[in-house]
């Protein structure tokens, strides 16, 4: 089944502790990227990558990191986390023929405290 | 830029009846245009889209939206909903040229709805 995976589904964390939501596709997608959806905003972006090793700033970047080092896994790094990043987070995938609309994980809802 | 605007944010509705949910973009060229649908404690599921070709564009569970590019809107309809439509309901465009942030979606700050029996 063709599929974007984020990991953990729920985090509960506390400040400045360093932490990491993997994002995996498996459709070979050379598009991927990291929103964040808040009450009232929709979805902002926060990082893309257009391939390997290669990525940008989205509209909301800082306190994030990602990395691409392979092209099915999009990690998003949080290195000090703060309670303003407490948020609802989406990794998404699509291709470059840009046909099928995105593809969206299940969504990791994280807790900073 | 482009921006994306949901004319409502909430709409409550009664089962059986007909909901309309506006969405109006602006952008200087050409844009692709979606509905995402996210319904409670889940991620976003894609409703329907404009590319190109016919501007009226039927998605699953019945949704349908126009693309009306005079007007700049893509609003979403049903003509009967049902209580299991109750969720949060995105609009989403982005540029047609891809590459870059050009490749980026972008939302509306959604609308809920509230299908009650």
């Known amino acids: 089944e063709a599929q974007v995976t984020q990991n953990p589904r729920y985090l509960i964390t506390v400040t400045g502790k360093k932490l990491t939501v993997t994002c995996s596709q498996n459709?070979?997608?050379?598009?991927m990227s990291w929103y964040r959806q808040d009450p009232g905003l929709g979805l902002r972006q926060i990082y893309y990558?257009?391939?390997?090793?290669?990525?940008d700033k989205g509209d909301v970047p800082e306190g994030y990191k990602v990395s691409r080092k392979e092209k099915r896994n999009f990690p998003l790094i949080l290195e000090s986390p703060s309670p303003n990043q407490t948020s609802l987070y989406f990794c998404?995938?699509?291709?470059?023929?840009?046909?099928?609309?995105?593809?969206f994980g299940s969504g990791t809802r994280l807790t900073v405290v | 830029a482009q921006s994306v605007t949901q004319l409502d944010s909430q709409v409550p509705v009664f089962e059986e009846a007909p909901v309309e949910l506006r969405c109006n973009y602006s952008?200087?060229?050409?844009?692709?245009l979606f509905w995402y649908v996210q319904y409670p404690n889940q991620g976003l599921q894609l409703l329907l889209k404009?590319?190109?070709?016919?501007?009226l564009v039927k998605g699953i569970n019945g949704f349908e939206a126009e693309f009306n590019k005079s007007q700049t809107s893509f609003h979403l309809r049903k003509p009967s909903v049902h209580i299991s439509d109750t969720a949060e309901y995105f609009c989403?465009?982005?540029?047609?040229?891809?590459?870059?942030?050009?490749?980026?979606?972008?939302f509306g700050k959604g609308t809920k709805l509230s299908v009650k029996p």
């Open positions: 989403a465009v982005s540029l047609t040229s891809f590459g870059g942030s050009q490749g980026n979606l972008i």
């Open positions: 952008s200087s060229v050409s844009v692709y």
């Open positions: 990558s257009m391939n390997v090793e290669v990525t």
């Open positions: 459709m070979n997608h050379e598009y």
């Open positions: 998404a995938s699509i291709s470059a023929g840009h046909s099928n609309g995105y593809t």
């Open positions: 404009y590319l190109s070709g016919s501007t």
